[in-house]
Nanobody, 123 residues
Framework: QVQLVESGGGSVQAGGSLRLSCAAS????????MGWFRQAPGKEREGVAT???????SYTDSVKGRFTISKDNPKLTLYLQMNSLKPEDTAMYYC?????????????????WGQGTQVTVSA
């Protein structure tokens, strides 16, 4: 089993920044694909950013140029730096992992999930 624990969420005004962290433990391996997903009330969970075993990242269009995903393998920690936040970024943010290294955009491909951390952006 792999355990994922997110932190760093909170409430900010539009234009502000937050950095989310996700600490991995258990049978996690640095070869896993890691990703950040979010879910707003009444909406389907969507992919925000992923990073594969080679460190190659991918972003959904709405966050490109504002969000940066990164990972610290020795610390087993995944990050999401979020700048220029907008009210439409308001959601529960989840960290996820899948073995195999290849990153899919669909949340359905991910085996392990954290409990989520709330991000609220006010206008």
């Amino acid at each position: 089993q792999v355990q994922l624990v997110e932190s760093g969420g909170g409430s900010v005004q539009a234009g502000g920044s937050l950095r989310l962290s996700c600490a991995a433990s258990g049978y996690y391996h640095s070869s896993y694909c890691m990703g950040w997903f979010r879910q707003a009330p009444g909406k389907e969970r969507e992919g925000v950013a992923t990073i594969d075993s080679a460190g190659i990242s991918s972003y959904t269009d709405s966050v490109k140029g504002r969000f940066t995903i990164s990972k610290d393998n020795p610390k087993l920690t995944l990050y999401l730096q979020m700048n220029s936040l907008k009210p439409e970024d308001t959601a529960m943010y989840y960290c996820a992992a899948r073995p195999g290294g290849y990153c899919y955009t669909s949340y359905k491909a991910y085996n392990y999930w954290g409990q989520g951390t709330q991000v609220t952006v006010s206008a």
